[in-house]
């Protein structure tokens, strides 16, 4: 598909190769103690024990519902490992299927061999975390007097009571020498630099004057040697230059005229789909920056999906397929995605002073109003509502709340959207 979905697929290949060999070293605290009773684990209540990981682990998102409503499905992550249980080599899978029996309730249609690892209210423990930094330390170690060996002269003057006298140095300051190096000495090289750009500059200028006046005396000359009298010469020097300048206009006008003419008429554009490219892409890093726990960043990941599908396919057929035909389509798909950006918009996280300072917003007491909270056009099919409406409800379920104030939040935003699902329903029905 897209730039950023290439580079990110890259990012995730190359995170896999580097981080193979750490997952091997994984551990696992658990809340429980695991024994064996017969080749079966059992677990029991305790302290938080670490259970070390054995060979690779493997992970997978996997999407639980409890009740046949949309807002009652959730994704979370199983794991793929074996565990170190009363000394034997157990697959977490059965360790966690033991814990049914301290009730502790596991998703129903589980993968052969995966098990949550949260509703056990379990945590990995990496080791570049585990490991505790050492710092750096000095010994010191006593050592005996034979140890320390002394100069002889050192010796002589310590078994001596006479006081050597040592060589004294006198610090003499020079008045004169001091004078001889003047405190702006060091600025001279700036000076020169500075002067020797300033005549170098001078004598460009110069340079350029006097070429401009050797042509204006050719020219001059040219004009005084002709043959005619003296106005039919002025004349055809006046002409000259009209003529020169009328040329230079001329071949600049062209050059407009050649490049107004690449943008077709009416100011369009000769490649509309490259805007459209554009289009898609800011769309798609929109719709990147939602939550990744957001079912709703699937959905409008998957739009987008087709919406590179048919750009492509119109691509394929620009040449086939007439200019009315091509604006048309791309009006369309331009639609879709200021639908979409809409969507992505409102579904984004408020901050907290925006929770703070949004009253309760009003319930949608028409159609237009019901489709503008929605998001989507007036003309978008039913099931298309259907699965934006639910899409939104299990975004903004207050199950999903940080705080309280981020709880009230969804509960507004959920009553707006059931009012406006309330009226679309009225009008499908109304129609039908």
């Known amino acids: 598909m897209g730039a950023l979905r290439c580079l990110a697929s890259g990012l995730a290949v190359v995170c896999m190769v580097l981080g193979s060999g750490v997952v091997d070293a994984d551990e696992l605290v658990l809340p429980y103690s695991c024994t064996m009773d017969g080749g079966v684990p059992r677990l029991s209540p305790s302290e938080e024990n670490t259970y070390r990981i054995i060979g690779p682990r493997e992970d997978l998102a996997f999407p639980s519902c409890s009740g046949s409503a949309a807002w009652t499905c959730e994704t979370m992550m199983i794991y793929k490992f074996s565990i170190n249980c009363g000394g034997q080599r157990v697959a977490w899978s059965r360790v966690a299927a033991s814990a049914r029996a301290l009730g502790v309730h596991l998703p129903d249609r589980l993968p052969a061999g995966y098990a949550p690892v949260s509703k056990l209210r379990g945590r990995f423990v990496f080791p570049g975390f585990a490991q505790t ?11 005996a007097a034979d140890a320390v060996i002394l100069p002889a002269a050192l010796r002589s003057e310590r078994g001596s009571d006479r006081e050597a006298a040592p060589t004294q140095w006198v610090t003499v300051v020079d008045p004169e020498a001091a004078s001889a190096v003047s405190p702006g000495s060091g600025n001279a090289l700036k000076v020169a630099g500075v002067v020797s750009m300033l005549l ?102 998957s739009e987008l999906d ?35 950006t809409r969507i992505a918009q409102g579904a984004a996280p408020a901050s907290q002073d ?36 639910d899409a939104l409800r299990m975004s903004w379920h207050p199950d999903h709340a940080r705080d309280e104030a981020d709880r009230l939040y969804r509960e507004q935003r959920i009553k707006q959207i ?13 129609a039908a």
């Open 200 to 301: 170098a500059s001078l004598m460009g200028a110069c340079l350029v004057f006097v070429r401009r006046r050797q042509l204006a005396s050719f020219e001059f000359l040219h004009f005084a040697a002709g043959a005619g009298s003296l106005p039919s010469r002025v004349w055809e020097f006046v002409a000259a230059s009209f003529v020169r300048g009328a040329a230079a206009f001329r071949k600049s006008y062209e050059s407009y005229e050649a490049a107004s003419a690449d943008y077709g008429e009416e100011g369009e554009d000769p490649n509309p789909l490259a805007q459209l490219h554009v289009r898609l892409h800011e769309t798609e890093l929109l719709v990147a920056g939602l939550p990744g726990d957001l079912l709703l960043r699937d959905v409008l990941a």
């Open 133 to 143: 930094t050492m710092l750096p330390q000095v010994a010191s170690q006593t050592l």
């Open 306 to 340: 087709s919406l590179y599908d048919r750009a492509s396919e119109l691509g394929r057929r620009i040449t086939q397929i007439g200019p009315e035909k091509l604006r048309s389509a791309i009006r369309t798909i331009t639609r879709d995605l200021d639908r979409i």
């Open 418 to 430: 059931n009012a406006a699902w309330d009226l679309l329903k009225v009008r499908t029905a109304a």
């Open 354 to 389: 925006e929770r703070a300072a949004s009253q309760e917003p009003d319930a949608p007491s028409t159609i237009f109003e019901a489709y503008r909270i929605l998001g989507l056009n007036p003309d978008a099919p039913d099931a298309a509502v259907k699965k934006i409406v």
